[in-house]
């Protein structure tokens, strides 16, 4: 078929209001214009192809139609727009595709994947798919009509973080649809109440965790098809989780196939590397400044939200957007053309990004990883912030994990370290994060970090995860972390199950799982996370000791929580009480069950009129060796 044949059969495809909206860059729904799709024209069965490539001289689509043959479909530029266009008659769902492009320089460049196809061959294949899909039948009403109450700030939220290629073997090969119901079961079970998914973009190296993304429209082939993600989130959602996924718009790979000169120049990423490419992961920055650029990022963000029902989205790497000198030496950097080391390009990105997200989904929630104090990461757009909903809290993260690592005899030197986050706690809405990037490249695994023999590194893991659970913020833990694993994370292999043959290690698994439950059902350990007045330091100076102590509280519901850092159990420990009378004990991570000693206060304390920490009564507690105790007043229920 010629070129003027295919021009004259099938006339221009894309409407004008198509045309309008991707010459302004501001098609949200990118994915329905763009792209391969199956569709009916002149009574024809067959698929409509539109890719974006205004600098080309031409383009063709190419696949198992026509014998991968660049003269066999050359497509039509709109230059309006710079989109070119065609209709491919008697091609359908499933067929494989790229497309050819020659360069402004008259160079043919290797073959290119869609940018914005909706499903791609298994790696380390990139050819694109065609596909309508997802073509999936949502049972999920109650749960999106009931997700802002459940994702509102005063909620609960706490978040088990998994790569789905590494979590377990459930066969032959990892997928959806075989693995996502054990993974269901499990975090159901242990009381968490969201999934947040490593980046499940589709990405041609599996050592970058999915963080090196080159379809953002796509859901890796790697587990299955749309319709098994879709699957998956519909039954996540059945059984009371939300779906959370990791999305980068920081950076993107350089791999040929890929974004990189896509049109023969500069289209996506900038041209000049000292602004167009990443010195710590040697991949390329796209280009904020572009108008195409930001409609194709937010585009990808609104079409997870919208055709996969996620209920919100972590985006990685703020801070290296945030930033023209990230990670850069004089002279590697361009600065702003006000001077400044700011790149306001990216910083008006992400504004519109979470103002887009907040008008076309209000139930959706969206989370920072910003590792600076850059201020108002979670401050509404309209007061010159960035408008994320949450932002994790790097810095909380460092210094108590640097504390817990310490032998105990010297942690009353370091204190601070685990005070310190108070200062700022409410500076902006966090999450509490012990992430995957904490138990990798030679970091250990969490319970490996901790000092002393083995009972000692569970007993400190134990009190770790306690003091996490009781601290102003959400919680979000990566897989292994609920098993106390021996060895890091590795993304080539599985979680080691076995430890699970040890009741110490499932001790720290039934822990967590009472941690969620307490947490969710008391409102003062979650409902004023982002009010002051929700925490009071009861004993926040007992440095000898190494002994914290704090309230937390939400109206007339408190919660005394008690941390001892030592392995000396303390007897007659006076502490503070707000209220006289009884106390019970609803929480001792030394109880048997989690593999302690079982030292403790027989499920209660009560006050003496003995004033203490600027209360008029206190209370006479037993600490348990390296062991946190929650009470609640007696008059209180945390049911």
């Not at 497309?99 to 869609?114: I, M, T």
């Amino acid at each position: 078929m010629s070129e003027s044949r295919v021009h004259t059969d099938y006339g221009p495809l894309l409407g004008e209001l198509d045309m309008h909206l991707l010459a302004e860059g501001r098609h949200e729904f990118l994915a329905d214009c763009l792209g391969a799709h199956p569709c009916t024209v002149q009574d024809t069965e067959g698929t409509r192809f539109a890719v974006w490539a205004p600098n080309a001289r031409r383009v063709a689509v190419i696949g198992d139609f026509n014998n991968w043959q660049g003269d066999r479909h050359v497509m039509r530029l709109r230059p309006e727009c710079g989109v070119w266009e065609l209709f491919v008659p008697g091609v359908g769902e499933g067929a494989c595709y790229k497309y050819e492009v020659l360069g402004r320089d008259g160079h043919l460049l290797p073959h290119k994947a869609d940018p914005v196809a909706r499903r791609t061959e298994p790696p380390p294949a990139t050819g694109s798919i065609v596909t309508a899909g997802p073509n999936f039948d949502w049972t999920d009403s109650e749960w999106m009509t009931q997700r802002h109450g459940r994702q509102s700030t005063s909620s609960p939220m706490s978040i088990y973080e998994v790569h789905m290629g590494s979590w377990q073997r459930c066969g032959p090969s990892v997928n959806w649809r075989d693995c996502g119901p054990r993974l269901i079961r499990h975090a159901s079970s242990l009381g968490f109440t969201h999934i947040e998914l490593l980046p499940v973009m589709e990405h041609p190296f599996g050592g970058s965790w999915g963080y090196q993304t080159l379809g953002l429209f796509a859901p890796s082939a790697r587990w299955g098809t749309p319709d098994d993600f879709a699957w998956f989130v519909n039954a996540c959602h059945g059984a009371g989780l939300g779906v959370i996924l990791d999305w980068v718009p920081a950076h993107f790979p350089s791999d040929p196939h890929g974004l990189t000169m896509f049109d023969g120049t500069a289209l996506y990423e900038h041209a000049d590397p000292r602004q167009g490419r990443h010195p710590d992961w040697d991949t390329l920055i796209y280009n904020y400044g572009r108008n195409e650029v930001r409609n194709f990022l937010i585009a990808s963000a609104l079409e997870w939200l919208r055709r996969y029902h996620i209920d919100g989205l972590r985006v990685d790497a703020v801070a290296s957007m945030l930033y023209l000198d990230y990670s850069r030496g004089p002279g590697e950097w361009l600065p702003n053309h006000l001077g400044g080391r700011e790149n306001l390009e990216a910083i008006e990105f992400l504004r519109v990004l979470n103002d887009t997200v907040k008008r076309l989904f209000p139930d959706a929630v969206m989370v920072a990883e910003e590792s600076t104090a850059w201020p108002g990461v979670t401050r509404p757009t309209g007061e010159s912030g960035l408008g994320f909903h949450y932002k994790w809290n790097m810095g909380w993260m460092h210094d108590t994990l640097s504390y817990m690592g310490r032998e105990p005899v010297h942690r009353k030197y370091h204190h601070d370290d685990m005070t310190f986050s108070t200062v700022y706690a409410w500076s902006e809405r966090f999450v509490l994060p012990l992430s995957h990037d904490e138990v990798v490249h030679g970091k250990g695994s969490l319970v490996g970090k901790m000092p002393g023999d083995h009972w000692q590194r569970l007993a400190n893991l134990r009190a770790y995860y306690a003091f996490m659970w009781a601290h102003p913020g959400r919680k979000l833990l990566f897989m292994g972390g609920e098993l106390a694993q021996h060895g890091e994370w590795n993304h080539d292999d599985f979680l080691q199950w076995d430890v699970l043959d040890n009741p110490s290690h499932t001790g720290v698994m039934h822990l967590v799982r009472d941690l969620n439950s307490v947490y969710a059902r008391t409102p003062a350990l979650h409902a004023s996370d982002d009010d002051p007045e929700g925490f009071a330091w009861v004993v926040g100076d007992d440095r000898s000791n190494s002994v914290f102590a704090f309230e937390r509280r939400a109206g007339s519901d408190r919660v005394l929580v008690v941390c001892n850092m030592t392995p000396v159990p303390r007897h007659n420990y006076h502490v503070g009480a707000s209220k006289a009378g009884p106390w019970r004990e609803i929480l001792n991570t030394d109880a048997a069950i989690y593999g302690g000693s079982n030292v403790g206060n027989a499920g209660e304390a009560r006050t003496s009129d003995q004033p203490a920490h600027g209360y008029p009564q206190s209370l006479s507690l037993v600490l348990p060796p390296l062991g946190a105790v929650f009470f609640v007043p007696e008059e209180s229920s945390d049911e």
